[in-house]
């Protein structure tokens, strides 16, 4: 509830808070902060803060400046409602505003990924980006299985990043068609 109702508010995000927190009786809320800055912990069967699960930042790290993330509470939430999606291996569209740092995320994440289990790949999309290039791209990156049923490598999960949705160009019908493609797929 708190995430499927509440994560796409962009304005009275209090109010919301407010509301959920006057609504869970069983386990309530803690008092301080809003809704989103806490998890339920099923162990210990109460919430806690996610602050108290960010990973520490490793002043180690000696890779490309644009690659560092600093860990945060908000990294932390993104990156585990990303692995329960692929845990249970539903799609997702993630949503924000520009500068918001969904690719950043996103990267880190894959980054971070068993690739004995997963099969990761980005296609930035933009004005030029057509359905054949994405065809394209979606084929590299799968197996043929028995007749036309493709899927990922055996026994690994395929997770595609398809950033900048909007930008392909909008054709004389006024469609999209990478994302007319996009929608056949997951359609199918």
Request: glycine fraction near 8%.
């Amino acid at each position: 509830m708190v995430w499927a109702f509440g994560g796409p508010i962009s304005e009275n995000k209090l109010q919301y808070s407010t509301m959920i927190k006057g609504l869970a009786i069983k386990t309530k809320f803690p008092d301080a902060g809003q809704i989103y800055d806490y998890y339920f912990d099923p162990l210990t069967i109460s919430w806690k803060l996610w602050s108290e699960i960010v990973k520490p930042y490793d002043a180690s790290y000696d890779g490309l400046f644009n690659n560092l993330v600093v860990p945060t509470a908000e990294t932390t939430r993104q990156k585990f409602l990303i692995d329960v999606h692929r845990v249970t291996k539903k799609g997702m569209l993630f949503i924000g505003n520009a500068g918001t740092g969904k690719t950043v995320i996103l990267k880190d994440y894959f980054a971070g990924t068993d690739l004995e289990k997963t099969v990761c790949s980005t296609l930035n999309f933009n004005n030029y980006t057509d359905s054949k290039a994405l065809q394209t791209v979606i084929e590299s990156n799968v197996d043929k299985r028995t007749g036309k049923i493709y899927g990922p490598p055996s026994g690994k999960i395929l997770m595609f990043f398809m950033d900048d949705l909007n930008m392909p160009k909008v054709d004389k019908y006024g469609t999209q068609s990478p994302i007319c493609l996009i929608r056949q797929i997951i359609d199918y």
